[in-house]
Nanobody, 126 residues
Framework: QVQVVESGGGSVQAGGSLKLSCAAS????????VGWFRQVPGKEREGVAT????????YYAASVKGRFTISRDNAKNVVYLQMNSLKPEDTAMYYC???????????????????WGQGTQVTVSS
């Protein structure tokens, strides 16, 4: 079994920064894909960024490209999401997910991931 725990959410003013952490534990040896997703009430869960923990390949949604950076520390089994220049529209519950894969790139579809954290709230005020 794999456990995923997010941390680092909070409230910030527009233009500010937050850094989210995603810690994985358990049988994580094959968890090569880690993704950050976000969801607001009444809307579908949106893929924000993904990273291949072995090859390092990344994906960013167009709405966050240039502002968010996903990175990994394999020694600690932690994936980070550095969020800069935050906007009110970034307000959402942010989730981390992990999945094993033979793919070289990691999908941004939430349905593809089986292991999810409980989420951490990010609120950006104008």
């Amino acid at each position: 079994q794999v456990q995923v725990v997010e941390s680092g959410g909070g409230s910030v003013q527009a233009g500010g920064s937050l850094k989210l952490s995603c810690a994985a534990s358990g049988r994580i040896g094959n968890m090569t894909c880690v993704g950050w997703f976000r969801q607001v009430p009444g809307k579908e869960r949106e893929g924000v960024a993904t990273i291949h923990t072995s090859g390092g390949g990344t994906y960013y949604a167009a709405s966050v490209k240039g502002r968010f950076t996903i990175s990994r520390d394999n020694a600690k089994n932690v994936v980070y999401l550095q969020m800069n220049s935050l906007k009110p529209e970034d307000t959402a519950m942010y989730y981390c997910a992990a999945q094993g894969s033979v793919l070289l790139t990691c999908p941004a579809r939430s349905s593809w991931y089986n292991y999810w954290g409980q989420g951490t709230q990010v609120t950006v005020s104008s």
